[in-house]
């Protein structure tokens, strides 16, 4: 009895009365040859399980590590059903190949073993990758308050020109996009508040909770947000390809610190647009609002703006400035620093963006929770 096999290969199957099954290999028996198949020797199996296996391979030709894996399977099928398996039939090389093979078989929960190690040596690995990380953005912080230090002493280097262009990119150049969002935030408020707000005949009340909410907090947290995916992303990209192609590397061997020429001027752009955005994102906050009740809660325009403007005090003001500042710290440092912590290629680029704009808003979100916090005990 014959199984198909691939071209210049057979393999037949013989019982004998003795119980014994025979096993031909003729032929070429090599992986290019196509698929090695112990699909006859299996169905013997499956029908009636031989006493014994033996091979002959008089007529065998050229093989390969394919022939070796087809013997460990039928070496497998006879222990499985208590057989014999006889390889001295065998060529002595593949003989002895097979004897290694099975020289040490697998332990029956050496894959669960395993598993368990794999995900212990997970654990273990990004607890040093966090570790190493936490170190570096100390260093990171460390050389930044150096390179501050300096700037404050006039003895930092890094070029005028660089920060009156990211003072532009990242205070005029943004408006558009805060006056979108910013406007329609206002507009979700005082939507929000009508809602609630109209049933109890206190629609006026409306400014006082669009104006409160975005002077205090919304206005700054939202534009945060907004320079986060804008100017976080694109300062750990830029400092990413400057790694890509060595210019940080040639910034170092010319005796030019990174930190001063790259860093610094960013931070310092961020920190002074972000006060200003701040109080422009409120403006156009408290315009999306003002629409809404001239618009639907027949307000008019003086009505509104002296009810926002007997809500707000300046304290609310200051604080919502204050943070916006800080948020603008934070954005720059983290997009920085992810920039600054970039591989060398172009994916590491990628990576470092987004991982700068997660950093950004993670560190926004709880500083905002903090001055929450504070700004509740201090009754402000």
């Known amino acids: 009895m014959s199984a198909a096999a691939p071209p210049n ?24 040859s196509g698929a090695l198949s112990s699909a006859a020797v299996e169905r013997e199996f499956d029908t009636d399980p031989p006493e014994r296996v033996r091979f002959d391979t008089t007529t065998l030709g050229a093989w390969d590590s394919g022939i070796l894996a087809l013997m460990v399977k039928i070496s497998a099928l006879s222990r499985a059903h208590g057989s014999e398996f006889d390889a001295s039939g065998l060529p002595n090389g593949l003989e002895r190949l097979l004897r290694l093979a099975e020289a040490v078989p697998e332990k029956g929960d050496a894959r669960a073993e395993d598993a368990e190690k794999r995900f212990v040596d997970r654990i273990g690995t990004k607890t040093l990758e966090t570790q190493s990380l936490f170190r570096d953005d100390l260093d990171f912080l460390g050389r930044f308050a150096l390179a501050m230090a300096r700037a404050l002493r006039g003895k930092a ?26 406007f329609l935030l206002g507009l979700i408020l005082a939507f929000v508040g009508a809602t609630a707000l109209q049933s109890f005949g206190a629609a006026i009340y409306v400014a006082d909770l669009v104006g409160v909410a975005m002077v205090r907090d919304m206005g700054a947290l939202i534009t945060g947000i907004i320079m986060a995916g804008r100017s976080g992303a694109s300062f750990a990209a830029q400092i990413g390809s400057m790694k890509v192609t060595q210019e940080t590397d040639a910034l170092t061997t010319m005796a030019i610190s990174p930190m001063e020429f790259l860093v610094l001027p960013r931070v310092i752009a961020l920190s002074l647009m972000m006060p200003l955005l701040t109080l422009y994102g409120n403006a156009m906050g408290m315009l999306g609002g003002a629409f809404v009740g001239y618009t639907m809660l027949d307000l008019s325009g003086l009505e509104y703006f002296q009810q926002t403007a007997g809500a707000v005090g300046l304290n609310d003001v200051i604080g919502g400035v204050f943070k916006g500042s800080v948020y603008g710290v934070l954005i720059a440092l983290a997009g920085c620093l992810r920039g600054m912590q970039s591989g060398k290629s172009s994916s590491a680029v990628g990576d470092a963006a987004t991982s700068g704009v997660v950093t950004s808003l993670v560190a926004i979100i709880v500083a905002c929770g903090l001055f929450s916090f504070v700004f509740y005990l201090l009754g402000l």
């Open 9 to 32: 290969a057979d393999l037949a199957v013989e019982r004998h009365g003795d119980g014994t099954l025979l096993v031909r290999l003729s032929g070429t028996w090599q992986l290019g």
């Open 157 to 182: 280097r890094f070029r005028m020109s660089d920060l009156v262009l990211l003072v532009q990119q990242n205070g005029i150049d943004a408006l558009p996009i805060v006056t979108l969002v910013t």
